[in-house]
């Protein structure tokens, strides 16, 4: 399945920062604790760093201790795409963005109810947008 946005590696290091293009089209992982989203309470909806897709709504996001923001199950199932990542010699779920393509993180059977999923996800993956605003943070 081909993304819906489909850019160049020159259009997305123009249109990133150097940390976001490291994430989203390289599959980096951001440090753990360092994204502000981590703290993020207000209402809103966490979307894609790379093209704005809407991924997360604020009432699903948990503290899960791990030093990544967290979630328990994405907008609606069209939000993210699952794949088999064997990258760290150990099979694991990568989450993507399912418009363009971008790296988020990872998805564990180990989160709170009612779905028992944690979204791990590179908070520099994201943007907050408030409920009460029609803008993007860069948060």
Known sequence: ?????????????????????????????ERAFT?????EKREGIFVCAGCGKPLFESATKFDSGTGWPSFYAPTDEDSVTEHTDRKLFMKRTEVRCADCDG??????????????????????????????SDDQENT
């Open 1 to 29: 399945m081909m993304p819906k946005v489909d850019k160049s590696k020159d259009q997305w290091q123009q249109e990133l920062s150097a940390e976001q293009f490291y994430v989203l089209r390289e599959e980096g992982t």
């Open 35 to 39: 994204s502000p989203l981590n703290d």
């Open 103 to 132: 790296h988020l993180g990872h998805v564990f059977p180990d989160g709170p109810a009612p779905t028992g999923l944690r979204y791990c996800m590179n908070g520099v993956a994201m943007q907050f947008v408030d409920n009460g």
